[in-house]
Nanobody, 127 residues
Framework: QIPLVESGGGLVQAGDSLRLSCAGS????????MAWFRQAPGKDREFVAG????????VYADSVKGRFTISRDNAKRTVYLEMNSLKPEDTAIYHC????????????????????WGQGTQVTVSS
């Protein structure tokens, strides 16, 4: 497993931007597919965005496409989620996750495909 720590959440107004960071560790980080999920109160955890090990392939949920951007810096063992034009419905705890497999361009979107999870960072968007 890869220890993961998220940061960057906060309280913002609709239309504002935030950048989340996920710091990992270990030699396998740079070869692992990474993703961001979110969970709002009373709802299931849902896929937000994923990125393959090179950073060359990304996948987004329809609800965030065009507003959010996922990226990674393997030298820093960090994954980012740039969130623009935030909406109240983006309010949730955002979790970083590391896939159970590496060296692939496939990006799963189901929670069961991810082995390591961070504790999460709260994002609250007021209207």
């Amino acid at each position: 497993q890869i220890p993961l720590v998220e940061s960057g959440g906060g309280l913002v107004q609709a239309g504002d931007s935030l950048r989340l960071s996920c710091a990992g560790s270990g030699r396998t980080f740079s070869s692992t597919t990474m993703a961001w999920f979110r969970q709002a109160p009373g709802k299931d955890r849902e896929f937000v965005a994923g990125i393959n090990w090179t950073g060359g392939t990304t996948v987004y949920a329809d609800s965030v496409k065009g507003r959010f951007t996922i990226s990674r810096d393997n030298a820093k063992r960090t994954v980012y989620l740039e969130m623009n034009s935030l909406k109240p419905e983006d309010t949730a705890i955002y979790h970083c996750a590391a896939s159970s497999v590496g060296w692939t361009n496939d990006i799963p979107t189901r929670t069961s495909a991810f082995l390591s999870w961070g504790q999460g960072t709260q994002v609250t968007v007021s209207s």
